[in-house]
């Protein structure tokens, strides 16, 4: 069964450093998600990415946040100066359209320090 | 604001017993509601999802309740087993307005089965 895949599973950086979070959609998919999960809180929706552009986003996803479609497979997740309040799991998931069903990835635990 | 409020927080059950987590909702453009199932170190899941024209969804032994005057939305577990264990996670999505498949996620509940 198509899964969507996520790496690096788990990711330490320091404070201040950039990041890149990458996602392998399932290749039939047209729209693709970010959502993150702090610690014991519920999951928040980033971002949505649609023909290769933003189709919304969370008041989350300020300027530190950019998302990026680099060849036909990969979607990622970059963020430019990490905060220790951006320590979360960050989950990829993708939809053939927006009606469907979304696939979630299994995540990438980012810890800042 | 809290656009999908999910109780409770954490549900300990027999096994066979019945589980029953209840989620509200405030947003009436809301017209897809699914429920995820998450275990450890993997990703949501989708377990079942209804749409409000109708007030009852059945899929084996899980079932949603939906009650759209009075913004409620439950998922029930029969025969509930030691494998149901996990965090359960109710949804919201508005597919009939502007924003592309945006879910609003309720805060989770915790399910543990004993044996």
């Known amino acids: 069964e198509p899964e969507v895949t996520q790496t690096p599973s788990h990711q330490v950086t320091q404070m201040g450093q950039e990041v890149i979070l990458r996602c392998v959609p399932i290749?039939?998919?047209?729209?693709f998600y970010w959502y993150r999960q702090i610690l014991g809180q519920k999951v928040e929706f980033l971002v949505s990415?649609?023909?290769?552009?933003?189709?919304?986003k969370s008041e989350i996803f300020d300027d530190q946040f950019s998302v990026e479609r680099p060849d036909g497979s990969n979607f990622t997740l970059k963020i430019r100066s990490t905060k220790l309040e951006d320590s979360a799991m960050y989950f990829c998931?993708?939809?053939?359209?927006?009606?469907?069903?979304?696939?979630f990835g299994p995540g990438t635990r980012l810890t800042v320090t | 604001q809290q656009q999908v409020k999910q109780s409770p927080q954490s549900l300990i059950v027999q096994k066979g017993g019945i589980s029953i987590i209840n989620c509200a909702y405030e947003?009436?453009?809301?017209?897809?509601f699914p429920w995820y199932q998450q275990f450890p170190g993997k990703g949501p899941a989708l377990l079942i999802a209804?749409?409000?024209?109708?007030s009852e969804k059945k899929e084996g032994r899980f079932t949603i309740s939906f009650n759209k005057s009075a913004k409620q939305f439950s998922l029930h577990i029969m025969d509930s087993q030691p494998g149901d264990s996990a965090t359960y996670f109710c949804?919201?999505?508005?597919?009939?307005?502007?924003?592309?498949?945006?879910?609003?996620f309720g805060r989770g509940t915790q399910l543990t089965v004993w044996p």
């Open positions: 990415f649609y023909n290769n552009e933003i189709s919304e």
């Open positions: 209804i749409r409000p024209d109708v």
């Open positions: 947003n009436t453009a809301f017209d897809y």
């Open positions: 949804a919201a999505r508005n597919d009939r307005g502007s924003t592309l498949g945006r879910l609003y």
């Open positions: 998931a993708s939809s053939e359209n927006r009606l469907h069903e979304q696939y």
């Open positions: 290749s039939n998919h047209l729209y």
